[in-house]
């Protein structure tokens, strides 16, 4: 394997062993394939092109599957799930703990393949790392929770309700943050006794797939639970009609998952859509500027603005407004942007170009419809520049549709009736941000406008492995992420179970 295929990697030593761990894809024979039916496997629609956004180059070949590979993969984990279910719960929640364990002794080289494959900066990968051993440490205590309650009933019985596995679940992941994204529906899945088929966005398919899957194969997870399957539409169409898959997780896009759902519904499916977002952050007139302008440009710009979170809309109180814009621009106009696996930047690349062309017409065309650009607004390659948009129109693109850049749109507002009003006009209702000085006052704000998370002083861009994670309206179906009631309702089905000493005698 050349050394362009390991990229960023240097492995450290076992506190353990004092040993150097082998490289999770250095002991597979990974390129070219999908991981099927408890092997690295050629898929049935070829292979293709790992690029590296920040430079073009070529880091790899990934597999590809066919809507054939899904029918194999799902009968397989069908039969595989039965037996997974069967385990003691202590033989679950150890797999669990040690696929924990196994993201922090790889770090290094998982990261390497974030920040060259993904484009985020060091900072992100290291972040998405502790979110992922944390999704798997946090469901490792899943299986030995109370499984259902037992219910009083008029007949001389005993009566329960009782969780069962859901039995397939397919989790189809996006290119923006593909660890985090994949392994909050993966790892409490695998917990609660299912069996997975993850399929990765193409374009991250080495992060957000190969690598997962890698770790829960050494992690001892039996042959066939988990199964990747990267591929295009016809993909995800074949794993939401499978008569083996009987529950989507899907993250990605509002249309996309407005689709998913269609298909889900027609197939009486249940479907998880976490969705799109344009999230309001409002900075009340009793706000510290010096404190929203911080917020503001973590919340707008970090992760190139590749995140559902991201903040996308600054309503900002009259007295503060000209501040606020004059310090956010200038906040903008420092930050760094480059190659992450190169140099200390700030902003790594977009994903690709349909990306940044989608970014920069919705820059244009908001200028061209009134708004002021105060700063950024160009790019050189996949890198696009930190941008501010002044006095923004609230029919203006960058205001009314989520933007998926690094685009802080603002608008001024004369009162906290007016800002409440725009934050919940939009059809998104995902993250809500909200800076002021009375946090009770922040939190009475907040009651007025429907978003399914809130954070009052601080901005929109927060996660945590056993927080409830999801959106409303346009941005999906509600918290079907984190924690462990969520995850519950998520991924298990619920039977009435009822048992007599001896069978009754009916009249007929």
């Known amino acids: 394997m050349s050394q362009g295929l390991r990229p960023g990697y240097c492995a450290g030593t076992s506190e353990t062993t004092g040993e150097r761990p082998v490289g999770l894809l250095d002991s597979v024979d990974w390129q ?13 629609g070829g292979d293709y092109a790992v690029v590296e956004p920040a430079t073009g180059g070529e880091l790899g070949r990934m597999g590809q599957a066919a809507p054939k590979d899904v029918a194999e993969a799902a009968a397989s984990a069908a039969e595989a799930q039965r ?29 390497g393949w974030n920040v060259r494959e993904v484009g985020a900066v060091p900072g992100m990968a290291g972040f998405a790392l502790h979110v992922a051993s944390e999704e798997c440490y946090e469901a490792a205590s899943l299986p030995a929770r109370a499984i259902g309650e037992v219910l009083p009933s008029e007949e001389p019985r005993l009566s329960m309700a009782r969780r069962m596995p859901a039995g397939v679940v397919a989790v189809i992941s996006p290119f923006n943050v593909p660890i985090i994204l994949g392994i909050r529906s993966v790892a409490p899945a695998l917990a609660l006794g299912n069996a997975v088929l993850l399929k990765p966005d193409p374009r991250t398919a080495v992060t957000g797939g190969a690598l997962m899957a890698r770790v829960f194969e050494e992690a001892g997870l039996p042959p066939d639970v988990l199964q990747m399957l990267p591929g295009g539409a016809d993909v995800g169409e074949a794993l939401v009609t499978d008569p083996n898959v009987r529950v989507i997780s899907f993250t990605g896009s509002t249309p996309v998952g407005r689709r998913i759902g269609e298909l889900a519904g027609r197939h009486l499916k249940r479907a998880h859509l976490e969705l799109g ?24 710009f970090f992760h190139q603005g590749q995140i559902c979170m991201t903040t996308g809309r600054h309503l900002v109180a009259d007295r503060l407004y000209d501040d606020f814009v004059e310090r956010l621009a200038a906040k903008a106009d420092a930050l760094p942007v480059g190659d992450p696996a190169a140099d200390q930047v700030a902003l790594g690349p977009v994903i690709d170009a349909g990306q940044r062309d989608r970014i920069h017409g919705m820059v244009t065309a908001s200028v061209d419809q009134g708004a002021t650009l105060a700063s950024g607004g ?20 960058a205001f009314a549709d989520e933007v998926f850049g690094p685009v802080a749109p603002v608008t001024r507002v004369s009162s906290v009736s007016q800002a409440v009003e725009l934050a919940a006009a939009s059809e998104y209702g995902l993250s809500l941000g909200i800076v002021t000085r009375d946090a009770m006052r922040g939190l009475a704000v907040a009651e007025q406008i429907p978003t399914g998370i809130v954070h009052i002083n601080d901005q929109t861009v927060n996660d945590e492995a056993n927080a409830p994670f999801g959106g409303l309206g346009a941005s999906g179906t509600g918290s079907r992420f984190g924690g462990a009631a969520a995850n519950v309702e998520a991924f298990t089905e619920t039977r009435w179970i009822t048992m007599r000493g001896e069978p009754p005698r009916y009249p007929l």
Not at 286 to 292: E, P
């Open 83 to 111: 037996e997974w279910a069967a385990l003691p719960h202590p033989a679950r929640a150890a797999v669990l703990r040690k696929a924990g364990d196994l993201w922090q002794r790889h770090a290094e080289e998982i990261s």
């Open 378 to 397: 160009t790019y050189e390659q996949l890198f696009y520049r930190p941008t501010v948009l002044a006095g923004t129109p609230l029919t203006a693109p």
């Open 277 to 300: 977002g344009n999230s309001a952050l409002l900075v009340l007139d009793d706000a510290d500027v010096d404190a929203a302008v911080n917020l503001a440009t973590w919340g707008s």
């Open 32 to 44: 070219g394939n999908i991981f099927k039916n408890g092997a690295w496997t050629p898929g049935h």
